[in-house]
Each structure stands twice: as C-alpha cells, then as structure tokens.
C-alpha cells in the first residue's frame, strides 16, 4: 500500500470511530402538567448538572419526564413448554 492509501485508510476508520461514538440518542423531556419553553428547561437542565453529567433524578423532582422514543420495548418470548400427548396415536 502506498503512504497515501494508508493516510485515507485511516482518516476513514477514525471517522467511522468519531461517528459510532455520537450515535447514543439524546434523551428528550417534557413537563405533562403544564406549559413550558425551552428557556424553562435550559434553566432546570443547568441546575441539575454537575461536573458535565445531567442528573435525571433531578430532573424528575422538578416535574421533567423523558419520552421513550420511537422504538417500542423489547418483550422477551414466552419459552415454549412441552407437553406430554394425552392419548394414545
């Protein structure tokens, strides 16, 4: 491989890396009993962090709830019983 290859090789798996690291989706929060802005929320979000990290429970305490998002829950599948014929084949 030839200097220039290897060079765009790299800049193209740290890219991949950069990319892959970001993907985590924010977490978003609504008040249900109430009409807010987002100044409201930037004012709690400011309060309720500490050394860069939000602090969701207190978030919670002053009325914020997260949405769930798109994606529903995963349900575990039932494990499959067997059961034993009861008559004769």
Do not use: H, I
Not at 51 to 77: F, M
């Amino acid at each position: 491989m030839t200097a220039v290859t290897r060079r765009l090789m790299l800049f193209f798996l740290f890219s991949l890396a950069a990319v892959a690291c970001e993907s985590v989706p924010e977490k978003q929060w609504y008040k249900p009993a109430g009409a807010y802005t987002l100044a409201d929320f930037r004012n709690d979000e400011k309060a309720c962090t500490r050394d860069r990290k939000l602090d969701e429970e207190c978030l919670k305490a002053r009325g914020w709830v997260p949405l769930s998002g798109d994606v529903a829950p995963t349900k575990a599948e039932p494990t499959p019983t067997r059961t034993r014929p009861t008559g004769r084949y």
